[in-house]
């Protein structure tokens, strides 16, 4: 089971989002908007403007991506913070 990462800024968070087709649909205030479409039907993520995003807003961002995806949560983490 890999670990969730600590000190994960919303840039990078945005950067191995891009993997699954994640791209910045519109900034308002401290939120980011993030929209996909690589499961075949949209799919829409608000992540906070912070650096680093809090651990437990990390899991449910990661969790939601987790559920559009169908794979689970850890496979996620492996995939975009392990993977080289």
Known sequence: MPRMPRDVSHNNLCTVLSKYGYTISRQTGSHIRLKS???????SITIPAHSPIKVG????????????????KDDLIESLF???
């Open 37 to 43: 479409n690589f499961m075949g039907h949209e799919h």
């Open 57 to 72: 807003t990390l899991s449910n961002i990661l969790k939601n991506i987790a559920i559009y995806l169908k794979i689970t």
């Open 82 to 84: 392990y993977e080289k």
